[in-house]
């Protein structure tokens, strides 16, 4: 493999989607990965270890998944892009330290490859169980993005976006895909470095004198400085004034967590990412992602050759929810069909969404598998009776 200066592997390549993530990692000019090995997601970083290096870069085996999701934020704090890997029991066990990353606005990347669950459950099988988890698994009010990809090509495209949106906001951003998808070999086009947009850190220009931590400019997202650099700040998950150093007053605490929230719910409409198809007059609408989406792309197909007006709506970000778009959409088709590789979990928002304005049907799967496309067709038959 020949790659340019940058890290990036440009050309036309046939990998799968672990290997595309950890590629896209690099185009983003992530150069710290801590990580433990866990299936399916360990493709990602036995890539990234063998990589890293030939551009300066490093990766690190931790104990275990607590350790690797506070490593990567010292390594953020430090100066360098970072991720983490993992699937559902590690997901789990790093709860506390997205909402550390999240409280301490520190931008860095959680990969979950998703696979059936609860518990050990089914390490290599699919599942889309840890949707709700990615949004709602730490303690507190907050608020994280979250991505979710359905090919390799996307794993690639998506991944840059996972780290740009954590450098533009100053968030935990979740990368949400799952093990048919991190371990589908399709062909994945990687552009040369000047045609890949990378946004960079948000470093402070204020003097050593001027700077404060936690003080934003009128966009609600603070300037950066990194540790050895001079600066003056503390880092701490406990609420914190504009300095940095806690402060245990209601006051604080409204004025800290209602900004962690505003800076990406202000911003939600203009960076949702979903793909719409034939919503303008259809009776029934498809609602999914990742892996699922595509096996209801045959389900569409299915219905429209039978002669049904079905529509399609992709979540390419789960998290903010595109509940503008449902709420725009509810007011003109009967009904939502939304398979999951799950028992019910981003149907709920759907349902939230549409207000009662459409039917809300779920698909349900607890996972091990992917649908038949059969099916959801036989859900969107029912919709339009």
Known sequence: MKADPRGVLTGTHFMDGDHACCEGALAAGARFAAGYPITPSTEVVERFAARVPVVGGSFIQMEDELAASIALQGAVWGGAKSFTVTSGPGFSLMMEHIGYAAMTETPCVFVDVQRGG????????PAQGDMMQARWGSHGDYEIIALCPNSPQECFDLTVKAFNFAEEFRVPVMFMMDEVVGHM???????????????????????VEEYLPYATNGDMVP?????????????TGL???ERGYPNMTPQTQQKLVTRLQNKIRSAADRIAMFEEEATENADVIVVSYGITSRVAQRAIDMARERGLKVGKLRLIMAWPFPE??????????????????NLGQMVREVERAAAGRAKTILVPHAGGSVHHPEEILAAIQEAVR
């Open 324 to 341: 503008t778009k449902i709420r725009e959409l509810a007011g003109r088709t009967k009904a939502f069909v939304v398979p999951e590789l």
């Open 185 to 207: 070999t399709e062909k994945v086009v990687i552009p040369p470095a000047d045609q890949i947009e990378v946004v960079p850190r948000k470093h402070t220009r204020k003097t």
């Open 239 to 241: 609420t914190h004034d």
């Open 223 to 235: 300037e950066m400085a990194h540790a050895g650099e001079g600066y003056k700040f503390h880092v």
């Open 118 to 125: 609860p518990s050990t459950g089914l390490p290599t099988l």
